[in-house]
């Protein structure tokens, strides 16, 4: 009984890998596009992953031992709602800072960089389009299938739109991945704006979690605190040790050269 329940999910499971597969590698082909200013370094990938795994383990932990809001449940969705809320969160306030490295850094390289706002822009684009679109097919799915057309047009059209919503939804889940990991391709216009993007979008974001939670964790004060600091910080201090870096590794510099 219990393979035959395996086989069947793997039955049903299996044919959306290709095109979970294909959702992902597109949406990383529109947000993660290295540009003139980007600088691969593997020790800083590595860095920054290390963190992000000891990160979830402290925030698992934490959970597991003082309990959460709405169980398990609760964490899930304050997971799904970041992963949305990243993005929104730069395109709202990422110009903001873009503007203020631009205008930091010295007179005669402003043109430049100004010059290669062009892959930012297009990303957001792109981003906007996307949850615009599958806004649209929701809506236009609930709208379609409430009108009586008969049964076998109305299957067709919920299958069709099953099949358009199974490849639109994890699009738009690794796009708000890979936009917020790489700030919308900011590299381009300089190798150090996604650090700086990073380290403002993740104090945004812990605010946001106390507010829309309305309040502390669970926990004693210093389980409390860690988990609201311990996210900002540590993604700060890598952030800045990335900058240090670039610095003396790269020659990299916000006044000196893009």
């Known amino acids: ?14 044919p959306l890998i290709p095109v979970i597969r294909s959702s992902r590698r597109r949406a ?6 290295p540009g003139p200013g980007h600088i691969p370094d593997r020790l800083v990938t590595q860095v920054q992953l290390s963190r992000a795994v000891v990160g979830l383990a402290a925030s698992l932990l934490l959970v597991y031992t003082y309990g959460a809001d709405d169980g398990w449940s609760g964490v899930a969705n304050d997971g799904v709602v970041k992963l949305i809320l990243a993005p929104l969160l ?8 873009v503007l203020g490295f631009i205008r930091y850094a010295p007179a005669d390289q402003r043109r430049l960089l100004r010059s290669r706002l062009r892959a930012p822009l297009k990303a957001v684009g792109w981003y906007i389009g996307i949850f615009v679109g599958v806004g649209l097919v929701l809506a236009g799915s609930a709208v379609i299938l409430k009108q009586n057309h008969g049964t076998l ?17 994890p699009f738009l889940g690794f796009s708000s991945a890979y936009a917020a990991r790489y700030a919308f391709n900011t590299s381009n216009v300089h190798a150090a704006l996604p650090a700086a993007l990073t380290v403002v979008l993740v104090w945004e974001l812990m605010l946001c979690s106390v507010a829309l939670e309305g309040g502390m964790p669970h926990g004693p004060p210093a389980a409390q605190w860690c988990a609201v600091l ?25 006044r000196n050269r893009g």
């Open 1 to 14: 009984m219990r393979r035959w329940r395996s086989g069947c999910a793997l039955f049903f499971v299996s």
């Open 28 to 33: 990383e082909a529109i947000f993660n596009q």
């Open 90 to 97: 730069l395109i709202f306030t990422g110009p903001l800072v």
């Open 153 to 169: 047009v109305n299957g067709l059209i919920a299958l069709a739109l099953l099949i358009g919503l199974v490849w639109l939804l």
């Open 230 to 254: 311990g996210g900002p910080v540590s993604v700060t201090a890598v952030a800045l040790w990335e900058l240090h870096r670039m610095r003396t590794r790269h020659g990299v510099r916000i």
